[in-house]
């Protein structure tokens, strides 16, 4: 089982031997992994060269699993006059929305995604990799767990929608089930534009994060005083492009040092406090489902203010976080994670969706709790160990769909590009709309199929050689 992503922050391919043995005569020397998981992520551990920059590896852990606590944390399922109801605690406990503040962590995600890419395209320029090559294997990596997800959703909705399960649950499910995968519609993107950002950021270095930040305050600019509501949509790339870069500027070190941290943290800080207590901005750093305007639907100007704050964090930290990433417990276990970290992300809803509807079926008392009540709140930790307990069964079997079997080519650039523009629409419908609906089977057939119908398009080749 292979612990680290090829284009993560090394930049070289991690291989997936372990452990010698005596090899037969005339036969070269092989290693075979050892049983066990935490055994062979020690070993990975103890393998690990030391100019790796062990904090990316690290930051994209402790990010995704900020968003599953999140999730998890604010779902607020419960009974309503008798009947089953599935709400937020944001929505219910409008003080909760400072939560948002520590668990809203995609700005994290991008940021050190940039200084992936950074390595990984320069790697692959070194070894005279084309973008088709190189962006072939980042979107079977990312797209290529989502399959299964979508498969099982589409069979449980067409099971659920035959034995009369109503639209509405149906809908609510499918939707907090899948909105994890909005964020794979927008990275893949992102990634997509590697080559010119890179090239960006080589000509005009900080400029390239200072003009597409601008660029996203004058759309909020015009939004909010010309209600051009149609033009914030160009803030998904606006948005996170200039995080992406910042990602390229802690690579080349531009960004770097506890005074730059601390400068960036405070003003990212009180930028996000002025744009949200005294500007038209509302608290909350993820969508309300009862709020009319949204921070993140599309991305605004906090999240720019909150990605400073973070990223400056990370920067006054850094050299502690380094320092003790290189002892063995906390390398290991940051490997172990980041070798089912897709698994986790895209999984960890349904889980979770899953034993709620269980319990709303089962035993119905154990949601009798109303929100935001001591009790409610005590509870949340028993429901969160339950919640672990329940996902470790879909890391054993869905892990391995991070690991792709290696392909001797890649589609041409323009079908890649076609058909990932393909997938990425049905990954926004899926996340804004969820799989059920009122056709056939109870399905929404269009974004269903416009996922793996685009993969095929980007990926399909023909020689496949399994790693």
């Known amino acids: 089982m292979c612990f680290c992503r090829p284009e993560a922050a090394g930049g070289h391919k991690r291989e997936l031997t372990v452990f010698p043995y005596t090899a037969p005569m005339n036969k070269p020397h092989v290693e075979i992994p050892p049983p066990g998981l935490w055994a062979k992520a020690l070993w990975m551990a103890d393998r690990t060269p030391e100019s790796r920059n062990r904090t990316v590896d690290f930051l994209r852990a402790l990010s995704i699993l900020a968003v599953v606590l999140g999730h998890w944390i604010i779902s607020a399922p419960y009974f309503s006059d008798g009947s ?31 200084y992936s890419n950074f390595i990984s395209w320069q790697s692959a320029q070194r070894k005279n990799l084309g973008f088709g090559s190189w962006f072939d294997s980042r979107i079977r990596r990312l797209i290529g767990p989502v399959m299964p997800l979508i498969g099982m959703w589409a069979v449980m909705v067409a099971i659920a929608h035959s034995n009369g399960v109503g639209p509405t649950m149906i809908f609510i499910g499918s939707k907090v089930a899948l909105i994890p995968v909005w964020f794979l519609a927008v990275y893949i993107l992102v990634v997509a534009l590697v080559p010119l950002t890179f090239r960006a950021w080589q000509h005009w270095g900080l400029a390239s994060i200072l003009v597409p930040a601008a660029a996203a305050a004058v759309i909020d600019i015009a939004f909010f005083t010309a209600n051009q509501h149609s033009l914030a949509w160009l803030n998904y790339p606006f948005v996170w492009l200039a995080v992406h870069q910042m990602g390229y500027a802690w690579h080349d070190r531009r960004l770097a040092g506890l005074r730059t941290g601390l400068l960036l943290f405070a003003g990212g800080l009180l930028s996000l406090m002025a744009l949200t207590q005294l500007g038209p901005y509302p608290l909350s750093l993820v969508g309300v489902p009862s709020d009319a305007l949204s921070n993140t639907l599309p991305p605004k100007l906090p999240l720019l203010a909150l990605a400073a704050a973070q990223i400056g964090l990370i920067l006054a930290f850094e050299a502690p976080l380094k320092h003790w990433l290189s002892k063995r417990r906390p390398w290991t ?12 992300f895209l999984w960890h809803s349904t889980v979770m969706i899953l034993l709620v509807g269980l319990a709303f079926w089962v035993w119905p008392t154990l949601l009798a709790t109303q929100p935001d009540t001591p009790l409610w709140w005590t509870a949340r930790l028993p429901w969160l160990l339950v919640y672990t307990l329940a996902t470790l069964p879909f890391l054993l079997i869905f892990s391995r769909f991070e690991r792709p079997a290696t392909h001797s080519g890649s589609a041409p650039v323009w079908r890649q590009l076609f058909g990932i523009a393909i997938t990425c629409l049905g990954l926004a419908m899926l996340a804004m709309g969820g799989i059920g609906g009122s056709d056939w089977l109870g399905l929404r057939w269009i974004p269903l199929l416009l996922v793996p119908a685009g993969f095929a398009i980007a990926t399909v080749t023909g020689a496949v050689r399994r790693t």
């Open 84 to 114: 089953p109801a599935y709400s937020h605690i944001l929505d219910l406990a409008p003080w909760s929305q400072w939560l948002t503040w520590l668990f809203q962590v995609m700005p994290v995600f991008f940021f050190v995604g940039g």
């Open 333 to 344: 276990a940051t490997i172990l994670i980041n070798g089912m970290i897709m698994t986790i």
